[in-house]
């Protein structure tokens, strides 16, 4: 069983053979400029930004479309990922990043036990923008809806998985 989470930006548990799915973006849009959730994206990028120039040489005479000032200067997620994320990954546009690195519609044809553990306040990948419909058969989600259950929930899957797959190296 693979165990991966967020719907908003998780291309590894996509099919390699679907073209993949996205988070709508206007509803992540929706609630990600919503109340604190504005604060967490302006975080978020700042981080991104201290990340980035500590490592920034490396893109020093790169070439290709890298717009490093707008990633220098960005002050939202999408900014950043707009200069410099999207390039990295060979995508259009951020736009095109996101459409292709979400597993909300590509999660349907998962065909290998999969657990996906999503945050139901998630500010990326909003509860409501999960195909639940979608979500049968080889998927487990859970969807903790506050920092305790997220905690209780991973130590739930955690002695889970220690329990019944991993062997013990004594035997």
Same mark, same amino acid.
């Given at each position: 069983?693979?165990?991966?989470?967020?719907?908003?930006?998780?291309?590894?548990?996509?099919?390699?053979?679907?073209?993949?799915?996205?988070?709508?973006?206007?509803?992540?849009?929706?609630?990600?400029? @919503?109340?604190?959730?504005?604060? %967490?994206?302006?975080?978020?990028?700042?981080?991104?930004?201290?990340?980035?120039? @500590?490592?920034?040489?490396?893109?020093?005479?790169?070439?290709?479309? %890298?717009?490093?000032?707008?990633?220098?200067?960005?002050?939202?997620?999408?900014?950043?990922?707009?200069?410099?994320?999207?390039?990295?990954?060979?995508?259009?546009?951020?736009?095109? %990043? %996101?459409?292709?690195? +979400?597993? +909300?519609?590509?999660? @349907?044809?998962?065909?290998?036990?999969?657990?996906?553990?999503?945050?139901?306040?998630?500010?990326?990948a909003p509860a409501r923008g999960i195909p639940c419909k979608d979500i049968e058969g080889y998927v487990q989600i859970e969807m903790p809806y506050s920092d305790?259950?997220?905690?209780?929930?991973?130590?739930?899957?955690?002695?889970?998985? @220690?329990?019944?797959?991993?062997?013990?190296?004594?035997?």
């Amino acid at each position: 069983m693979s165990c991966f989470g967020c719907f908003g930006g998780d291309a590894a548990h996509r099919p390699a053979d679907n073209g993949g799915g996205y988070m709508p973006r206007n509803l992540a849009d929706e609630d990600f400029h @919503k109340g604190f959730n504005n604060t %967490y994206d302006k975080e978020l990028a700042s981080s991104l930004r201290r990340i980035f120039k @500590k490592h920034g040489a490396l893109f020093e005479d790169i070439g290709g479309e %890298y717009n490093i000032p707008m990633a220098e200067n960005a002050k939202t997620v999408m900014e950043f990922d707009e200069g410099l994320t999207r390039v990295s990954f060979g995508f259009k546009s951020a736009d095109d %990043y %996101y459409l292709h690195s +979400s597993s +909300s519609d590509s999660i @349907k044809h998962v065909c290998t036990p999969l657990l996906c553990i999503q945050a139901a306040n998630d500010p990326i990948a909003p509860a409501r923008g999960i195909p639940c419909k979608d979500i049968e058969g080889y998927v487990q989600i859970e969807m903790p809806y506050s920092d305790e259950e997220l905690e209780e929930t991973r130590e739930q899957w955690a002695n889970y998985f @220690k329990d019944n797959y991993l062997m013990d190296v004594g035997e």
